[in-house]
């Protein structure tokens, strides 16, 4: 059948198709929608894992068992998913395992750029490299057949221009799984990674990456298309083949799919054909170093930006200045002046209250984490000093306090975390603080999905026993629902002046979340708004300004004053900012 | 040759979905069809740019600057956001109805005073269409997505019918296709009558 779908989806359908069973993931953009889209369809196993380590783990576990699995994440969840995955690299697997793992190429959503093809190379994986969304189904389902004639896992790396395309492919159907290739055998040699087992997995891993690469030398997936214009040969992987048939539709081109081992023969028919060889890939010049080690000259990243997408525009400057064309690449328009407009939080959402008061603490350190609670770092709170990774909030608190207490105290330190990344990767570091004693104020903030994401389940834990079990005093965990300012203020104050660790769990559902419950909206009263703007602290889109003025006063000090309305159509009723005016201004309309 | 469309707004207004249904009515119509967007942290609030390109073939799934025919915009600052995207012959549709956010209501930025003054300015076509306006009189904010498809109907080079058709098909046969209908049509409606009294320029 003819359908337009998404790399993500394609590759889901591939899966599907390729008659997996097990699929198990952690949410992260760009790479969310293939599990979603695996547990809509029959005879899946489909489940959201704590992290992505538990995700591999458990996508392995069922690769033992005979029967295919698949599982999913962004580039940085496979930082988190490694340690397991180097010692996947020797012991190999069993039914097809297919890791698939989506690289934000131009960092909309991550806190860095990271190029997971590497990883092929660390733990010696073939590597898929699909350019779109029929690639991506068909080569998904060639995946598992790669996994199984070499038993080992395959990275089918994905970047955001393959995820989130659309694009039309024709879909199959369903391989029903063999009944015969399910069931667990023992075998002590291989599974176990013992010291003693090492040796023999090295020659192993040695004797498969020849047969990887006597593969991928004949890969249909890797195809050199000979042009007509012989000035400049393309090598080319992922989404960035199709930029360079955007801008050169008759070059000859090396088209990579089934990337790492690289087929080198083949480079070097295109070499022998072309004037220039010139490698175009997204992000870092693996390809390009690859060739050059192996005596096949190709230019690259010199040319090319020197990071985010590969676009036609860009690379036919960069072939131009290769070239050396005088004044070649067309000068582009260039964008009109526009204020930025960051990603904001709900009108409702539940961190407003914790970050109205966080936004006041300007003695205060607050380590922050990643989710929508990240977007207290910016306007109008700017309540965050540090985000580093999943979990690391609590971790970086930590030694910040440790080092603070040595030189009395210098600062009330915070950490702030929600409940999916407290799961993922806050527990051993939140132990780790009452272990060693650390004087940190932890808001763990419970809306009860992976909000960012989409809303994805998390697990529903008691968080005040856990954390109790995790060695905070029960004295000095406090549950406060964040929409009641004052109360919530007290058990602040009451918890950063406590000098021991403690945790505040913020609980209220995430404002798109099933269990949210909208209230009637609220309305401003005009007569009582005296412009003193408190209410914007709050940061809801559902406030707007009216009109704003100027007011010196007798002292000479101009204070700045705004009023406002409140959008009936976004506001939920939540109250949080008729407890943040002081003049009673905000009711229910 | 492309066919390239731009649909922008802010994260919830249904962006996603109406590029969709511009991509699918041109498949429809027998067209290659490719449509794109970097979402993730844009879904809060922030900015939402879906482009949609279709033709004989499509290569790159990005729309290259200065090469689009169409921009649809959702919100007013988002069109004079984009509209670098447009060819020098390319036309605005775009809803004057203002999301004005935090960073602006705080007093750090400024909302920019007349949008589209700024875009015809430019020398763009442009075609001011009341859809959140109006799907609010037609009872729910919300079609105003249909409203700004029927805007679009009359620019794009297949028959009006396609767009429509895959439009109402997301909404089964009953009373929210019929909403939905009367949203996409007074959005048509719109355009037609912006054509009449608009000045020479």
């Known amino acids: ?589 | 040759m492309t066919f390239d469309v731009l649909v922008v707004g802010i994260g919830g207004q249904g962006v996603l979905t109406a590029a969709d249904a511009i991509a699918r009515a041109a498949l429809q119509f027998g067209y290659e069809a490719t449509k794109t967007e970097v979402t993730g942290m844009s879904q809060r609030g922030g900015v939402v740019c879906s482009q949609v390109r279709f033709g004989e073939r499509v290569a790159a799934s990005e729309i290259r600057p200065g090469a689009a025919k169409l921009v649809i915009a959702f919100e007013a600052a988002e069109g004079l956001r984009w509209s670098h995207y447009l060819a020098p012959e390319g036309r605005v549709l775009l809803d004057p109805w203002r999301a004005v956010p935090p960073i602006v209501s705080s007093g750090v930025h400024q909302y920019p005073a007349d949008p589209a003054t700024q875009l015809r300015d430019l020398n763009l076509q442009v075609i001011e269409i009341q859809a959140r306006g109006t799907a609010e009189r037609l009872g729910d904010a919300r079609l105003a997505n249909s409203v700004m498809l029927g805007a679009a109907a009359d620019s794009l080079p297949f028959p009006e019918k396609a767009l429509r058709d895959e439009v109402l098909r997301r909404f089964g046969g009953g009373e929210l296709a019929a909403r939905n209908a009367a949203a996409f049509d007074a959005g048509r409606a719109a355009v037609r009558d912006e054509r009449v009294t608009a000045p020479a320029r």
């Not at chain 1, 003819?2 to 997996?20: C, D, H, K, L, P």
């Not at chain 1, 393959?162 to 159907?173: Q, Y």
């Not at chain 1, 298309?225 to 050169?248: M, N």
């Not at chain 1, 081109?253 to 080198?264: A, D, I, N, Q, T």
Request: glycine fraction near 8%; proline fraction near 6%; charged fraction near 20%.
């Open chain 1, 1 to 589: 059948m003819r359908e337009f779908m998404s790399g993500n989806e394609a590759t889901a359908r591939g899966a599907w198709e390729a008659g997996v069973e097990v699929a198990a993931a952690y949410p992260g953009t760009p790479s969310t929608e293939i599990l979603e889209k695996l547990a809509g369809l029959p005879g899946v196993y489909a489940e959201w894992s704590t992290n992505e380590k538990v995700a591999l783990e458990a996508a392995f576990g069922a690769s033992l068992t005979g029967r295919r699995a698949i599982t999913a994440m962004k580039h940085v969840g496979l930082n988190v998913a490694s340690d397991s995955l180097m010692t996947l690299g020797l012991v190999g697997a069993k039914a097809g395992l297919v890791i698939a793992v989506s690289d934000d190429i131009g960092f909309a959503s991550s806190q860095n750029e990271q190029d997971s093809r590497f990883w092929g190379r660390f733990v010696h994986l073939p590597v898929l490299e699909p350019a779109d969304a029929a690639e991506a189904y068909a080569m998904t389902r060639d995946a598992f057949s790669i996994s199984e004639r070499h038993q080992v896992p395959v990275l089918l790396r994905l970047t955001t221009r393959v995820s989130h395309v659309k694009r039309t492919l024709t879909t199959g159907e369903r391989a029903a799984p063999a009944a015969s290739a399910h069931g667990y055998a023992r075998d002590v040699e291989r599974w176990i990674i013992t010291p003693n087992h090492v040796g023999k997995r090295l020659e192993v891993r040695a004797q498969r990456d020849a047969a990887l690469a006597e593969e991928s030398a004949a890969s249909p997936w890797n195809v050199l298309e000979l042009g007509a214009d012989r000035t400049v040969g393309f090598v080319a992987s992922g989404a960035a083949y199709h930029v360079v048939r955007e801008a050169f539709p008759q070059a000859s081109v090396l088209k990579l799919g089934f990337s790492h081992p690289l087929p080198l023969t083949l480079a070097r028919k295109l070499a022998a054909a072309v004037e220039r060889v010139m490698v175009v890939e997204e992000s870092e010049p693996i390809v390009e170093a690859e060739l050059n080690a192996a005596g096949i000259a190709a230019a690259g990243r010199k040319w090319l930006p020197a990071h985010g997408e590969v676009t036609a525009p860009a690379l036919e400057a960069a072939v131009a200045r290769l070239l050396g064309e005088q004044g070649a690449g067309l000068e582009l328009p260039k964008p009109n002046k526009v204020f930025p407009r960051p990603p904001t939080l709900c009108a409702g959402c539940p961190y407003m209250g914790v970050y109205f008061w966080l936004g006041q603490l300007k003695d205060a350190v607050i380590c922050g984490d990643i989710g929508c609670y990240t977007l207290g770092c910016g306007e109008p709170w700017n309540a965050m000093d540090s985000i580093i990774s999943m979990g690391a909030s609590l971790g970086v608190a930590h030694g910040m306090a440790k080092s603070f207490a040595s030189n009395g105290g210098a600062k009330p330190v915070l950490a702030v975390i929600g409940d999916s990344t407290f799961i993922h990767g806050g527990m051993p570091a939140l132990a780790n603080i009452a272990y060693n004693g650390a004087n940190v104020t932890v808001l763990l903030l419970d809306n009860r999905v992976a909000a960012m994401t989409g809303g994805q389940d998390t697990p529903r834990l008691d968080f005040a026993q856990l954390v109790t079990a995790l060695g905070v005093r029960p004295e000095r965990v406090r549950t406060v629902d964040p929409y009641e300012l004052p109360a919530f203020f007290k058990v602040l104050r009451e918890e950063i002046k406590a000098p021991e660790p403690s945790v505040i769990i913020a609980e209220r559902p995430c404002v798109l979340s099933r269990d949210f419950v909208r209230r009637r909206p609220l309305k401003v009263i005009d007569d009582k708004c005296n412009g003193c703007a408190r209410c914007l602290d709050v940061g809801c889109p559902a406030i707007t300004v009216t009109r704003r003025e100027s007011e010196a006063r007798a002292s000479g000090k101009v204070v700045e004053r705004a009023w406002v309305r409140i959008e009936s159509g976004l506001c939920t009723g939540c109250d949080v900012c008729a407890k943040a005016c002081a003049h009673g201004a905000m009711v229910a309309a």
